[in-house]
């Protein structure tokens, strides 16, 4: 059942630095409009100009000293403009949002990551989404060296990829933990094959939901 007002679908994309969520929102986009719906495509922390300022604190500010209570508080700052100002309005509109990234990722990176109190992050999500959650969640899973591969061919990691190989896999372990707790919303994707092979799985679970909801 959609929250009151709420007619288009939500629907988040999930997964370690690197294992390839960014190069496939196109193709999950395709999906959703070949099948009549129109789509927003939107990215957290971001979305909003308050929340890509955010966003440039938490990934590049490496100077700064961040508290981690801090840093789970910019998150869902950044988050609450982005759902008042963008998703829930376009979700009000009939609209499909689709997100890179969304709470999951506060719960594998402030959570398992950082060890911060998943009590605490679950009740700072109530008071910011109160009845929203995503639809569906498409978990992008790879090993940690496939990831750290994929992302190191970029230059410039920012503070959550140049973190050690034990937190992420603390991230990896929470959004699996996360998956099997909800097998229903979160779908993981095998995302070490090869590109072609990730594309024709996103396509038929985005098939999948949207037959069901027919
Ligand atoms: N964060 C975010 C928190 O800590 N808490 C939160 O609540 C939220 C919302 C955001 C950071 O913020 C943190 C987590 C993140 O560290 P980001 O830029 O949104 O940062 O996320 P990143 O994970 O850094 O994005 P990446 O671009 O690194 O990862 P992607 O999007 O998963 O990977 P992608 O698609 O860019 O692919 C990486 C490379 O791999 C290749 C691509 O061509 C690309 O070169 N690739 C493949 N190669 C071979 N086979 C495949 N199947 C491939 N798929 C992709």
Redesign the pocket.
């Known amino acids: 059942m959609s929250p009151s007002g709420v007619r288009g679908k939500f629907i988040t994309v999930e ?10 929102l196109g193709q999950i986009e395709r999906v959703i409009r070949a099948s009549g719906y129109e789509v927003l495509r939107t ?3 971001g979305g909003t100009p308050l929340g890509d300022t955010i ?1 440039g604190l ?2 590049h500010g490496g100077n700064l000293d961040i508290d981690p209570m801090a ?1 789970l508080l910019l ?1 869902f700052a950044a ?1 609450a403009q982005h759902l008042n100002a963008v998703i829930r309005p376009a979700l009000t509109a009939g609209m499909w949002v689709v997100c ?4 999951d ?2 719960y ?3 959570g398992g ?1 950082r060890g911060m109190d998943v009590g605490v992050i679950g009740e700072i999500e109530q008071s910011v989404q109160q009845d929203l959650r995503p639809n569906l969640t498409l978990l ?1 899973d790879v090993d940690i060296a496939t990831g750290a591969e ?2 190191g ?2 230059s410039g990691h ?1 503070r ?2 140049s973190e050690e190989a034990a937190f992420k896999g603390r991230v990896r372990d929470a959004y699996l933990a996360r998956a099997r707790a909800e097998p229903d919303r979160i779908r993981v994707i095998d ?5 072609d ?2 594309q024709g799985a996103v396509e038929s679970i985005m098939r999948e939901y949207i037959d069901s909801l027919r």
């Open positions: 997964g370690q630095d690197g294992a390839g969520k960014t190069t496939n990215r957290e922390p966003r938490v990934l840093e998150i988050r890179d990234r969304f709470t990722a506060t594998a990176y402030q990551g992008f994929r992302a061919e970029r920012d959550f990829e995302a070490v094959g090869s590109l092979r990730v």
